[in-house]
Nanobody, 125 residues
Framework: QVQLVESGGGLVQAGGSLRLSCAASGRTFSRYAMGWFRQAPGKEREFVAAINWRGGSRYYADSVKGRFTISGDYAKNTMSLQMNSLNPDDTAVYYC??????????????????WGQGTQVTVSS
């Protein structure tokens, strides 16, 4: 089994920054991509960012472009999300996910095989 553990969430004021981390462990598995999704209260889970390990491509939701940066260490099975210029609309539970399959893009949650438990990010105004 594969385990994903997120960390780094918390409470921050609008305009502030947070850095989320995700660590993968368990059996050896193929990792084509890892991604971040978030779910705000009363809303569906939505794509935030992803990184394609095989080509190094990065994908971002329009709402976070220019403010969030995804990075990772393939050898260490870790991934991070640097979040700057946070605003109250970024308040959500953030989930990391990994897929063992190749796709042309990684912005859809159905394409991911394993998920973490999530970490809460709260941005106060």
């Amino acid at each position: 089994q594969v385990q994903l553990v997120e960390s780094g969430g918390g409470l921050v004021q609008a305009g502030g920054s947070l850095r989320l981390s995700c660590a993968a462990s368990g059996r050896t598995f193929s990792r084509y991509a890892m991604g971040w999704f978030r779910q705000a209260p009363g809303k569906e889970r939505e794509f935030v960012a992803a990184i394609n390990w095989r080509g190094g491509s990065r994908y971002y939701a329009d709402s976070v472009k220019g403010r969030f940066t995804i990075s990772g260490d393939y050898a260490k099975n870790t991934m991070s999300l640097q979040m700057n210029s946070l605003n109250p609309d970024d308040t959500a539970v953030y989930y990391c996910a990994v897929t063992e399959k190749y796709y042309s893009d990684y912005t859809t949650q159905a394409k991911y095989d394993y998920w973490g438990q999530g970490t809460q990010v709260t941005v106060s105004s």
